[in-house]
């Protein structure tokens, strides 16, 4: 009989993540709802590690007739102390033990386990990068350095000795260079020999000496030197500068959507390059650069000022991130009051620091739960910009009061801007 | 056979020769000394992975996409990532040649075991058990199931996945409904079934002429129509088989979708033997291993450490825990039916005075063998443990009876236990635990309106009181409706043709469009 032994581990796998998708597809409302939801209780650098969600079973179950109830029997096993005829008392539960672990359709919630990339992917969705125009991240570059083999010209820090070595033994072996050697044997051989053999060794010394001359132990046209060539490499790293205002009149809540919207953005950037920095600075009427936790929780007092802000991020900047070495992103959030006196300055910093080097800034202005905000006169910092931004400044900006509104205006935010942008060029 | 007393493999580690040794000696103890009738096999060597993807397709090597496959392996997925669940040493696969999934991560041991079982145990039970060659094609499922792919992906092309996911959704919805269960006159030849398939589509299109849109149909013919007795048999009722009723007469399906159902008719077909053979099936195995492996282990071909590898997993499979264990959830087939297998051979090997009062017939006869071929042959769990079990295993598994009867207030009887008085009555009621006819609810298409609204007319016939779950029960209505695309009903009726219950579906203006 024949027996066929086939090995198909090298077949492709994930023969089921067609269904997997499939099922996702299906589920993709529940799905990203669960997304949603988890995301919530993380810190941004979180919540790219995808994890396990649950949804509601709702609209993924698959009904089949079931019978339940009525007058059961059932044999079981493991007898101890039943003798026909008891009676045993019902336990509280309906179903008893004998109802099965095994009835997998009746659960509430159906809990899986996301992949990091389906996660993010829900999360995110169809977002653009915002300002293609400018700097499109797939051909974002900068000189690198390799080897490239050898050149016969270049700075003498650069010979490769062993090279050069080499291509001169080669050459002195092809032409037949006396080895000292040679000479020293001569010179002995001289040292007790007659006159006449001494002349004919003078001679002999002579002319190896003049041919060793004439073919120098290294010749200019041996020496190498390393080449290298510069070669573009992607950057592959962003800082994200979260700037927000802590003075006394930004609330919880205002602050919750902020730090909602630095998360969407975290994650964005985080697609996008393999390392990310986040720098959180905050600001009252002074600003100091401060971790995670302190940024969103701790209170502080004072009054505003947002070139203070500005500043700080604009020292970070020169002294730890080069533009040409990283690509800047700033988020800012506030809920729009600045001192009068601060404009000028807050506008001058921006346009001139601050943007120029930045791939990306973005105004959030934050509101109240229950705001009225579109009704009120727009704040100090909101004119400003917007005045900046009639004047040519790539500001992204927009106003947000409730929780809800975070998801569709980061989409929004990030669509929008490409739009105009294409459209504009 | 050249009696090697080299062993077949050292260690755990194995490469394709040593599954090639394997196989060879597995195959000559089956063959000649257990004497097994077994289809040609297929060994194939798989990852990790991949045995979790064939899992959540039902074990089929090749299957259509649909996303419940997908949600059953991202729950397989994730328990199988928390460790809630181990994966199954191997898959069989009932087919011609016979394909027999090994993962790579086993053992040197567990792959001369997995061998054993699958590729001899489970391979002699599907080309001889009379369930399987009545009801399934080993010749044929590979192709068909290759033909089912490809058609649904075609009319996914063609119609559009969401009207096939539909489709399909409806039709898994009565899978367990789509089974002739008595019939068995005819075997499915899936083969002929594909080209069937093709031909009538050819034919379809050949034909196809519009103008017969356009011919006035005559005058509904009422009065045959009145006549319940001849409606019936036009109509080939009372019909249990749900699937089967509907690709033949839902009448505004297109001929697609009658397709569809047919292939999810014949898959669950294929799978029903199944599922009334686990217990004699996994004993089948289970037994066969075990004689194997405990042979290669006298030949010296395994070694004492392997081969006591090979008790530990061999005892882990065959455990049963009692009802009262935590991990208890029914009896386990592989204990049930390995004890039981056991259990033959000694009686006809050595009986007792019981074994000689109960089973006149085989105890004594001396070929443990022949009369376990033919039990292999011949039964099916329900009456393989109405006829087999013995006195002695119930004693051993310690076996009782509970009734419990909602109207008996008082508590749950114990009805019988392991004693003289009890045997006949427990065997009796764990062979009903066994029997399709108690397993699946009762459901039949009764009637249709043909005069009036059309509306299909369904019937449960309730057995001992248990009636269907009502949120399934309306959601699988709604599925048929949704393919009959006229009103659905269906009434719950005792013994004595009393109504209990009534459900009514509509169907759904998507569906209808569709």
Known sequence: MTIHIVDRRLNPGSKSLENRQRFLRRAKALVQGAVKKSSQGRNIKEVLEGGEVSIPIEGMDEPRFRREGGTRDMVLPGNKKFIEGDMLPRSGRSGGKAGGPGEGDSQDAFRFVLSRDEFVDLFLDDLELPDLAKRKLAEVESEGIRRAGYATSGSPANISVSRTVARAMARRVALRRPRPEA????????????????VEILAEIEALKSKMRRIPFIDPIDIRYRRFEAVPKPVAQAVMFCLMDVSGSMTEHMKDLAKRFYMLLYVFLKRRYRHVEIVFIRHTDRAEEVDENTFFHSPASGGTLVSSALQAMHDILRSRFRPSDWNIYAAQASDGDNSHSDGEVTG???????LPVSQFFAYLEVGQEEGVMYDMPASSLWTLYERLRAGGAPLSMRKVSKRSEIFPVFHDLFQRRGKQERAAS | MTATDQPLFQGADWDFLTLQRIYDACEGIALKELRLDVYPNQIEVITAEQMLDAHSSVGMPLYYKHWSFGKHFAFQEASYRKGLMGLAYEIVINSSP???????????????LVTAHAAFGHNHFFKNNYLFRQWTDADGILDYLEFAKTYVTQCEERYGRQAVERTLDAAHALMSHGIDRYSGKKKLDLRAEEKRAGKRRLHEEGTFNDLWRTVPTGPVKSDVLQNVGRRQKLLGLPQENLLYFLEKTAPRLAPWQRELLRIVRHIAQYFYPQSQTKVMNEGTATYVHYRIMNRLHEQGRISDGNFLEFLQSHTNVVFQPDFDNPHY??????????????????IVTSPDEEDR???????????????????WTDYRDESFIGQFLSPRLMRHFRMFHLHDDLEESAGIRVDAIHDERGYRRLRRELARQYDVGFIDANIEVVDVDLAGDRRLMLRHAVLKGAQLNEVDAKRVLQYLADLWSYDVSLVEVDASDTVLKEYVANPRKLAAAA
């Not at chain 1, 000479?183 to 001494?198: G, H, P, T």
């Not at chain 2, 016979?98 to 001369?112: D, H, K, R, V, W």
């Not at chain 2, 009896?331 to 000694?346: S, T, V």
């Open chain 2, 357 to 375: 009062e109960w089973f006149p017939d085989i105890a004594g006869a001396g070929d443990a063998m022949g009369v376990l071929r033919s039990v």
């Open chain 2, 329 to 346: 959830s029914g009896f386990n087939p592989y204990a049930l039916g390995f004890a039981m297998m056991q259990d033959i051979e000694r």
């Open chain 2, 98 to 112: 016979c394909i027999s999934y090994l993962m790579e991560e086993n053992t040197a041991t567990m792959q001369t």
């Open chain 1, 348 to 354: 001058r910093l921006l346009t001139e620091m601050i």
């Open chain 1, 183 to 198: 000479l020293a044997v001569l010179e002995a051989e001289m040292a007790d020999c007659s006159e006449a053999r001494r």
